[in-house]
């Protein structure tokens, strides 16, 4: 049996943009910023400190908007902490320096800006030193907060999120001073 379909020019026409707009959604979703390998144990002490994801025994039973504010109380939290804090705790936890400018580096790719800064004894110092400390842990967890407002978070951030390298710019901030 053979099907002829006729179809009008205007008809022609938006069927091709609605082609070209599905593909232009699919290659978006297709290009996924990962963090890197060398940076999971920066994460996961992250994590485990502040019971995030799989540490937290009740995350899978949060909503979003839970989640949501218990990220947001995590960050409130860290301007509480000693700001180099997290740096003696994370190397007694057997995270590498060089776990940790990973981690750093996959931050200032993600957040679109040429560079990242935080503020120490008053000057503005480069962010990614290898030393995991409030600033670094904010950056993540500002990182986490747009994910999940975002409602792209379905999984721990050593999995793939469909986000594109700097479309979280107004999440992570340019200069963090952060602890005190």
């Known amino acids: 049996m053979k099907i002829n379909l006729n179809i009008d020019e205007n008809e022609r026409t938006r069927i091709l943009e609605m082609h070209n707009s599905a593909k232009s959604v699919i290659s978006e979703q297709s290009t996924a910023f990962v963090f890197s390998e060398t940076s999971k144990p920066a994460m996961r002490f992250i994590m485990d400190k502040f019971d ?30 000693d700001m180099n804090s997290l740096v003696e705790e994370s190397k007694t936890a057997g995270v590498t320096s060089a776990s940790t400018m990973s981690l750093q580096n996959d931050l200032l790719r993600v957040s679109g800006k040429p560079e ?30 747009y994910l999940t407002s975002k409602g792209e978070q379905k999984a721990p951030v050593t999995k793939q999120e469909y986000v594109q390298p700097g479309s979280a710019q107004p999440a992570i901030q340019g200069t963090y001073s952060v602890g005190k």
Do not use: C
């Open 52 to 81: 995030l994801y799989k540490y937290n025994s009740n995350w899978s039973g949060m909503s979003s908007d839970e989640q949501l504010q218990y990220l947001k109380n995590v960050r409130q939290q860290l301007t509480t902490m």
């Open 116 to 145: 990242l800064k935080f503020i120490s004894d008053g000057l503005p110092k480069n962010f990614v030193d290898g030393r995991l400390g409030t600033n670094t842990a904010a950056a993540w967890i500002d990182y986490q907060i």
